[in-house]
Structures are given as C-alpha cells and as structure tokens.
Nanobody
Framework: QLQLVESGGGLVQPGGSLRLSCTAS????????IAWFRQAPGKEREGVSC????????KYADSVKGRFTISRDNAENTVYLQMNSIELEDTAIYYC??????????????????????WGQGTQVTVSS
C-alpha cells in the first residue's frame, strides 16, 4: 500500500515562498498521478495542482496559476509544490493524494468518485503578516 508523507509547511508572510514536499513510499513515475489539495477552515477541500503519472502534463487551479509550480523528482519519488507570491487566502492544510493511473498522460484536480484513494496526513500553511 502506497503511503504519502507531506512536509514543508509553516508560517509565511504574504508575498513569501514555500516549497511543499510529498514523498511516496513506492515508485510513482508512470504509475501514480499525484495531486495537491487544500482545505481552509470552514471551507470545502479544493484541488490545487496535479501531475500526471507519465509526467507529461500538469494542471493548476485558477487561484494559484502563475504562482504555484508542481514538479516531480523521480529518483526521490517526491512531488513538490513550489508556492510563490503567497497570499493570505493560501492559508490551509495542504494534502497530497495519489491515483493509480498507469501511464496516464493527463490528470485532474477534481476528486471524482474518489479516484484519489491514497492521502497524506497534511501539512499546515499559515500566511500571516
């Protein structure tokens, strides 16, 4: 059973940067689509970004497009979320999740029918001045 561990969260000022990491316990390249979701207090969970199993495509929520970048280190089985120009509205618990999707070229940041069935424990990002 795949396991995911997030790290890198913390307290950051508006306009600052953070890099979140999602480290998997098994090979993810070519087999798992990985996505980042976040949930702010009192709000629904929302998809932030994803990278396809084949590594061909990525997707971003409109709210983070141009500020966040998702990437994958195949040797480390780790997916990163580089967060730049952070805003107060980015405060949330950030979760990474995996979808078994061998050689999938595309990915989605909507958890339709629970396609993302492996989740990490989450890492808190707090934006405050």
């Amino acid at each position: 059973q795949l396991q995911l561990v997030e790290s890198g969260g913390g307290l950051v000022q508006p306009g600052g940067s953070l890099r979140l990491s999602c480290t998997a316990s098994a090979i993810i390249k070519d087999y798992y689509t990985i996505a980042w979701f976040r949930q702010a207090p009192g709000k629904e969970r929302e998809g932030v970004s994803c990278i396809s199993a084949a590594g061909i495509s990525t997707k971003y929520a409109d709210s983070v497009k141009g500020r966040f970048t998702i990437s994958r280190d195949n040797a480390e089985n780790t997916v990163y979320l580089q967060m730049n120009s952070i805003e107060l509205e980015d405060t949330a618990i950030y979760y990474c999740a995996a979808d078994w999707a061998p050689y999938a070229a595309l990915c989605a940041i909507i958890d339709v029918k629970g396609r993302y069935d492996v989740w990490g424990q989450g890492t808190q990002v707090t934006v405050s001045s």
